[in-house]
């Protein structure tokens, strides 16, 4: 069983603390530099003011959204009602002259 490293950190942290979670601390202080700034742009949420940190229930739903977990079953919509009947129905023998 592993342990999921944003469920250790304060409700809000530092880029430090989440790039540690997130990509480990061999490759946290690059994450910091080149990517935040680009996540930012695709809707990554931004530090609180208030708090001095980005709120980690929204990183967390920030990924699962990326990563198209949160889209669920939605995503594909009913194709019409379903025949039951047309597996009551006899199959139509093929003979050679039809093929």
Same mark, same amino acid.
């Given at each position: $069983?592993?342990?999921?490293?944003?469920?250790?950190?304060?409700?809000? @942290?530092?880029?430090?603390?989440? @790039?540690?979670?997130?990509?480990?601390?061999?490759? @946290?202080? $690059?994450? *910091?530099?080149?990517?935040?700034?680009?996540?930012?742009?695709?809707?990554?949420?931004?530090?609180?003011?208030?708090?001095?940190?980005?709120?980690?229930?929204?990183?967390?739903?920030?990924?699962?959204?990326?990563?198209?977990?949160?889209?669920?079953?939605?995503?594909?919509?009913?194709?019409?009602?379903?025949?039951?009947? *047309?597996?009551?129905?006899?199959?139509?023998?093929?003979? @050679?002259?039809?093929?």
């Amino acid at each position: $069983m592993t342990i999921d490293p944003l469920s250790q950190l304060p409700l809000f @942290a530092t880029d430090q603390q989440l @790039a540690v979670a997130i990509v480990g601390k061999d490759r @946290a202080s $690059m994450w *910091v530099k080149t990517v935040i700034p680009q996540l930012e742009r695709k809707g990554f949420p931004r530090i609180d003011p208030l708090h001095d940190g980005r709120p980690v229930p929204l990183v967390r739903r920030f990924y699962e959204g990326y990563f198209g977990i949160t889209a669920g079953f939605n995503v594909a919509a009913p194709d019409g009602k379903e025949d039951w009947n *047309v597996w009551n129905r006899r199959r139509r023998v093929r003979k @050679a002259s039809d093929a």
